[in-house]
């Protein structure tokens, strides 16, 4: 039996998640309400893609019902889930990209590689989002503030962090740690809705399935997904350096030199 969805919110990212569940074979929309909408229905799950004022409200509701929520909204206090009943089943997710959780796990560690630099390094977050883009810095990037903070060992209102809100861009954030020897940069772009529309039926999927209650951010189910990825990643260790190579340096095949 598909499972039933709920959306609260019919803005552009409600109807590129619309149109995301009508394509699958195990998803139902029952209804998608706006603001000030009542919805009519129980359904398995629901998505909140309104605003953020909305939030107390949509949360207030799931647990009345026992709905289990996935919110994809920013710009409210995420306190109000200190308050939530020991049986609700929350995913809060500011951004739904499973990439942008990937970056997020970096952050950290470049933060944590900052902190042990020989030189001073300053650390700093950047987004850049289409014009009606209404809260900045966006949520993702004050995600991405906290947890390359988090590495550095630092207060987050240490790292910068600026916005620029221009055109159609669907969402670019970068995590820059610049110093006098080096410059790393971890960048996401977002080319299109439908990678949010996608992220947030996976997170809808995720929750239901859970075995248990609670309040979880996109990073859980990154782990779900990404657990292993970076151990299993290739490395240089035990592979044969190329001519001319100091030991351990693999970084060089022949026909470096004549580039």
Not at 219 to 237: Q, S
Request: net charge negative.
């Amino acid at each position: 039996m598909p499972i039933s969805l709920g959306l609260l919110g019919t803005g552009r990212l409600g109807s590129a998640i619309r149109d995301a569940a009508d394509a699958t074979d195990d998803l139902v929309v029952e209804w998608a309400v706006g603001r000030g909408e009542v919805p009519a229905t129980p359904v398995d799950v629901a998505i909140d893609v309104s605003t953020g004022a909305a939030v107390p409200a949509h949360l207030d509701w799931a647990v009345r019902t026992g709905t289990p929520l996935v919110i994809g909204t920013t710009g409210w206090d995420t306190a109000l889930l200190d308050g939530l009943p020991s049986g609700a089943r929350v995913l809060v997710a500011p951004n739904f990209s499973v990439g942008v959780a990937l970056v997020r796990r970096l952050a950290r560690v470049l933060g944590g590689y900052a902190a042990h630099a020989p030189v001073p390094v300053d650390l700093a977050v950047t987004d850049v989002h289409h014009r009606a883009k209404v809260d900045a810095p966006s949520g993702t990037a004050l995600t991405l503030r906290d947890a390359v903070a988090e590495g550095a060992g630092l207060p987050a209102q240490q790292v910068q962090t600026t916005s620029l809100r221009i055109g159609s861009v669907v969402g670019d954030h970068e995590v820059v740690a610049s110093s006098e020897l080096e410059t790393i940069t971890l960048r996401h772009t977002a080319h299109s809705r439908e990678l949010f529309a996608a992220g947030a039926l996976t997170a809808a999927r995720w929750l239901l399935s859970r075995p248990g209650p609670g309040v979880f951010t996109l990073d859980d189910l990154a782990e779900d997904h990404l657990r292993g990825l970076l151990d299993a990643a290739p490395t240089d260790a035990g592979r044969k350096p190329g001519p001319g190579s100091a030991p351990g340096d693999t970084r060089h095949t022949p026909g470096d030199a004549a580039a």
